[in-house]
């Protein structure tokens, strides 16, 4: 086990910060300035970003290796160290930094002293392992039918494993069929949470077979429906999970991110390799871009009126009005570039555009709950596979609002796996604590015959 102090990881933060200003400062900008990404450094705000990440970060519980601990960990690395780096170097909102920042902390806070929540799981199957292994072979089936029938419907596009190709990958997506409803948010569920999941239980149980039929299945998915992250999504699990055995995740990431930016520049600069500008520009797309949309849509909402979820079926349900005809993203997109692109921008930036700032801080409050929920139904024997497996579902909450995170992201879709998975372990715990005791039983009551006839 590689040990980490509070020192330690303070170093390694703002080591990660230094290389994310460096990034920034000589890639990002000068290569993606007419995409906003204009440098105008404050020193003044550059001097109070690095405060506030120093306060981050002592803030965090690094220590933590519950879903909470793991999902705030991620999010301190790719949703506020990049919001934090582009206020300061591209001179940005200070009230809107430290409102986000605030949320930030207060979801910190809450993980680390509201007390764990007690789970009252019921299982209502039958008490034989057999049953929950039938259930569960069904499951994979329906699973897997279902993803070989979008598969068959949109063909395969051997082509997109040329991951760099995205003129073609953008053809593909035009002209894919797409789902609609339910349809839609499984299939965000199965490659989000249920293949993930799958796979890191392979991997818990060294079923090897079982790994290779998600990374299989997980590639079918992304030549018939080329969105990369469905690559990187199970890239990340599987990496996560080996990688973490003998180190706390929160802390192979932030080394991990650290030294793949810093690799990926000094390459590109010294060697002037096509390899590192790709790595740096998904990086980018990762880090800063979403970065500068969430000041994107609070400078746009602080002019025009909020949503009030008007956006989704919450809004209709209040009967409140939505005033454009297409999705927040791309109003934003069009309004500051003059070009069609869906600007998403993470779950503070739509609680802004929802409620100002008061949406902000009820958005820290409301993740740190929903995680901490989470927490309930995770237990010593799987929390080292759940949590890598729940790692990219996380991530998702850097382009996605909380609503919108929760179903379609897959987060309700997650807690209910975690139910059953729970209530499964109890049930066969019990099952195994009975078996022994019978045995133990048998044992002596062979002792007192042997004693009673033979001795």
Not at 60 to 77: F, I, P, R
Not at 113 to 124: A, L, N, Y
Not at 177 to 199: C, D, E, Q, S
Not at 237 to 263: D, E, H, P, Q
Request: net charge positive; glycine share 8%.
């Amino acid at each position: 086990m590689i040990k980490f102090t509070q020192k330690r990881i303070c170093v390694c933060a703002l080591l990660l910060r230094g290389i994310m200003d460096w990034y920034y400062l000589s890639y990002v900008s000068p290569i993606w300035g007419y995409m906003g990404m204009e440098t105008h450094v404050n020193m003044y705000k550059l001097c109070i970003s690095y405060l506030l990440q120093f306060v981050l970060t002592i803030v965090m519980d690094w220590k933590s290796e519950n879903v909470s601990g793991m999902a705030l960990q991620v999010l301190y690395m790719i949703t506020m160290t990049p919001l934090l780096s582009y206020y300061a170097l591209a001179d940005q909102s200070s009230m809107f930094t430290l409102v986000c920042v605030l949320s930030f902390i207060i979801s910190a806070i809450v993980v680390r002293t509201f007390p764990r929540m007690k789970s009252h799981v019921v299982i209502i199957l039958s008490k034989q392992r057999e049953s929950y292994r039938i259930l569960f072979c069904v499951g994979l089936i329906v699973v897997l039918v279902f993803a070989l029938f979008f598969i068959q419907a949109n063909g395969l596009n051997l082509g997109t494993l040329n991951i760099f190709n995205s003129e073609l990958i953008y053809q593909i997506r035009a002209e894919g069929k797409g789902l609609n409803g339910v349809m839609a948010y499984a299939y965000g569920w199965i490659y989000r949470i249920i293949i993930p999941l799958f796979t890191a239980y392979c991997m818990h149980k060294r079923r090897i077979m079982g790994v290779f039929l998600s990374i299989v299945l997980m590639l079918g998915l992304y030549l018939s429906d080329p969105h990369k992250e469905i690559i990187l999504g199970i890239a990340l699990v599987v990496i996560i999970y080996i990688f973490g055995r003998k180190i706390k995740y929160g802390y192979l990431l932030m080394l991990g991110f650290t030294a793949s930016i810093a690799a990926g520049l000094i390459i590109y600069f010294v060697f002037d390799s096509k390899l590192a500008f790709y790595e740096l520009d998904i990086f980018m797309r990762v880090f800063h871009i979403p970065a500068s949309v969430k000041f994107l849509h609070y400078r746009y909402f602080s002019i025009f009126p909020k949503l009030y979820f008007s956006e989704g079926h919450l809004g209709r349900l209040f009967g409140a009005e939505y005033p454009y005809n297409t999705s927040v993203g791309y109003v934003i997109g069009m309004y500051f570039k003059g070009v069609e692109t869906n600007d998403n921008a993470g779950y503070l930036a739509y609680s802004y555009d929802n409620f100002g700032y008061i949406g902000v801080i009820l958005a820290g409050v409301l993740l740190a709950f929903i995680l901490r929920w989470m927490d309930a139904y995770v237990t010593d024997n799987n929390r080292k596979w759940v949590t890598a497996a729940l790692v990219y579902s996380v991530v998702g909450l850097n382009d996605a609002g909380l609503l919108q995170w929760l179903l379609s992201g897959g987060a309700v879709t997650a807690l209910i796996f975690l139910y059953i998975i729970k209530g499964c372990e109890q049930r066969w715990s019990r099952t195994d604590k009975g078996c022994k005791n019978e045995c133990m039983e048998s044992d002596q009551r062979k002792k007192r015959i042997f004693k009673r006839h033979c001795i």
